[in-house]
């Protein structure tokens, strides 16, 4: 398996595609304007608007046009020690080695530990979704490159990919001789092997975020944004980078450099795999994403084998149904056919729901198969291709209809792409002018063009095609006709009838 990272970055927003042995199986957009946008992992100095005793939750103003929402479960069991920290803060130096607080009750009430105008600090656990607002906890927790901190905790846990018990113990031992009073620490699946010193600057780096985050809420007028978390490049690169990381490409030389910097501190060993993309061409369409874009995010999305699948979208749920389409299986077979359609479109789930990013409830309607072992076998190779996925999930085996039905953790809002391009000339209403008229208004504009020699011409892919066909194609007797040679690029970006015009010093003409 390798791994590789495209970045796309532009002046409004940076797009992020992770790639699985060339397949594209996540898409992230961040937009550049860092101060209006909200994400998972934000912690702000809120303040409360009002509690809601019917719902037992309060709501919160971070800032956003919809107030975050706080159940009383979000609260955590030391809430109460939490408190104590931001009182200690506000009125003096941070201090977090007081005796913990005792624990709030399970099944209290949130008038009891929260009251309307009160400053705390809180965490995004989930981006606002439709018209709802984010949603928060207080029981604040900091990620980093092998550990995670959990505050006023004394528990030390380790992930459950670790599969070496031998090295657990190893690793729970070096944790508890280094971790702080009142701090718990989750250990993560990359600190396998890892040595003391490393794991201990990790933690140090978490404590000083930690105290940092009390310090600039002291003089803060709520809402305010305290901590943000780093941009999602460099949060992939924090949770994934491995052995598998083939590379990391970037068009941008400041985020290159950026890049660079901040793996050079988390694993100096990788710092080669980061490439800068130098060439003229959009780095999305050199390394085919926007075509494994355009073929993921419609209603209907292909399989290499012949079936498709067609994805339908309600407020609260999702379908999938799979299709055998026009593929060829062997004769007289139809429930080995329906079992091959049936592994192929699993697989194919698995990699759409990461890539959308899409949670709560997917109802995915399978090829009947009347074969329990064939269900069974369905179920478990469904349940194999998503163990790699980030988000929380689960999967119930197949109903008597063929249904599975999948829950997924839904923390941001599905990542939706257009794939439907939009006529540039009629705007969606069914007439445009004739293709042949494209011919006469680029050959008015070469004729109006500098005197540079030098002329590049952009046009959709079937329009360069058209210019370059055959021996004395149009191409060559513009040659002819202008005494310059046109360089003609396809773009899949640009439309059927829209093209442009550049200089050999890239600067637009047309």
């Given at each position: 398996m390798s791994l590789d990272l495209i970045i796309s970055s532009k002046p409004e927003e940076v797009v992020i595609a992770l790639l699985k042995d060339k397949n594209l199986i996540e898409v992230h957009t961040e937009s550049q304007e860092e101060n209006n946008t909200i994400s998972a992992g934000d912690i702000f100095l809120g303040k409360v608007k009002r509690t809601n005793p019917g719902l037992n939750s309060a709501f919160v103003n971070v800032g956003y046009e919809k107030d975050a929402f706080l159940h009383y479960s979000d609260l955590g069991a030391n809430y109460?020690?939490?408190?104590?920290?931001?009182?200690?803060?506000?009125?003096?130096?941070?201090?977090?080695?007081?005796?913990?607080?005792?624990?709030?009750?399970?099944?209290?009430?949130?008038?009891?530990?929260?009251?309307?105008?009160?400053?705390?600090?809180?965490?995004?656990?989930?981006?606002?979704?439709?018209?709802?607002?984010?949603?928060?906890?207080?029981?604040?927790?900091?990620?980093?490159?092998?550990?995670?901190?959990?505050?006023?905790?004394?528990?030390?846990?380790?992930?459950?990919?670790?599969?070496?018990?031998?090295?657990?113990?190893?690793?729970?031992?070096?944790?508890?001789?280094?971790?702080?009073?009142?701090?718990?620490?989750?250990?993560?699946?990359?600190?396998?092997?890892?040595?003391?010193?490393?794991?201990?600057?990790?933690?140090?780096?978490?404590?000083?975020?930690?105290?940092?985050?009390?310090?600039?809420?002291?003089?803060?007028?709520?809402?305010?944004?305290?901590?943000?978390?780093?941009?999602?490049?460099?949060?992939?690169?924090?949770?994934?980078?491995?052995?598998?990381?083939?590379?990391?490409?970037?068009?941008?030389?400041?985020?290159?450099?950026?890049?660079?910097?901040?793996?050079?501190?988390?694993?100096?060993?990788?710092?080669?795999?980061?490439?800068?993309?130098?060439?003229?061409?959009?780095?999305?369409?050199?390394?085919?994403?926007?075509?494994?874009?355009?073929?993921?995010?419609?209603?209907?999305?292909?399989?290499?084998?012949?079936?498709?699948?067609?994805?339908?979208?309600?407020?609260?749920?999702?379908?999938?149904?799979?299709?055998?389409?026009?593929?060829?299986?062997?004769?007289?077979?139809?429930?080995?056919?329906?079992?091959?359609?049936?592994?192929?479109?699993?697989?194919?789930?698995?990699?759409?729901?990461?890539?959308?990013?899409?949670?709560?409830?997917?109802?995915?309607?399978?090829?009947?198969?009347?074969?329990?072992e064939n269900n069974q076998k369905l179920y478990k190779f469904l349940k194999e291709k998503m163990s790699s996925d980030r988000a929380k999930h689960n999967l119930i085996p197949p109903s008597k209809f063929g249904v599975i039905e999948i829950t997924r953790q839904r923390l941001r809002p599905e990542t939706s792409i257009e794939t439907a391009e939009k006529c540039p000339t009629c705007h969606g209403t069914g007439e445009v002018q004739a293709a042949i008229l494209i011919t006469d208004q680029i050959k008015h504009a070469i004729e109006h063009a500098d005197k540079s020699k030098g002329l590049i011409l952009q046009v959709h892919p079937f329009i360069e095609a058209y210019f370059k066909k055959g021996l004395i194609s149009r191409q060559v007797k513009w040659f002819f006709k202008f005494k310059k040679w046109i360089k003609i690029e396809g773009k899949t970006s640009k439309h059927l009838l829209f093209f442009k015009l550049l200089n050999n010093k890239k600067e637009e003409l047309i």
């Open positions: 109460k020690s939490f408190e104590k920290a931001a009182k200690i803060a506000f009125n003096a130096k941070p201090r977090f080695d007081f005796p913990l607080e005792k624990e709030i009750d399970k099944h209290g009430k949130i008038k009891d530990c929260v009251s309307s105008n009160q400053k705390m600090l809180v965490q995004i656990t989930k981006e606002p979704i439709s018209s709802k607002g984010p949603k928060i906890t207080t029981e604040i927790t900091l990620p980093g490159r092998y550990l995670v901190l959990i505050p006023f905790s004394d528990k030390v846990s380790v992930s459950q990919k670790i599969d070496d018990q031998e090295e657990k113990n190893r690793l729970v031992r070096l944790i508890e001789s280094i971790r702080p009073k009142n701090f718990g620490v989750i250990i993560r699946t990359v600190a396998q092997t890892r040595k003391v010193a490393e794991l201990n600057e990790d933690l140090q780096e978490l404590i000083d975020k930690w105290e940092s985050i009390y310090v600039k809420a002291k003089d803060v007028i709520p809402p305010k944004k305290i901590l943000g978390e780093i941009n999602k490049a460099s949060a992939i690169v924090r949770d994934l980078l491995n052995e598998d990381f083939n590379s990391i490409i970037v068009n941008d030389s400041v985020m290159y450099v950026q890049l660079k910097e901040y793996i050079s501190k988390i694993a100096p060993d990788k710092t080669k795999i980061i490439k800068l993309h130098k060439g003229n061409s959009d780095v999305f369409q050199h390394y085919g994403i926007h075509k494994q874009i355009k073929a993921s995010f419609g209603r209907k999305v292909d399989m290499p084998n012949g079936g498709y699948l067609i994805i339908d979208h309600a407020e609260a749920m999702h379908v999938i149904d799979v299709n055998s389409g026009n593929r060829k299986g062997k004769e007289n077979d139809a429930e080995a056919n329906a079992l091959q359609v049936n592994l192929d479109a699993a697989e194919q789930v698995a990699r759409v729901l990461r890539l959308r990013d899409m949670g709560g409830i997917i109802a995915v309607d399978f090829i009947d198969m009347y074969k329990k």
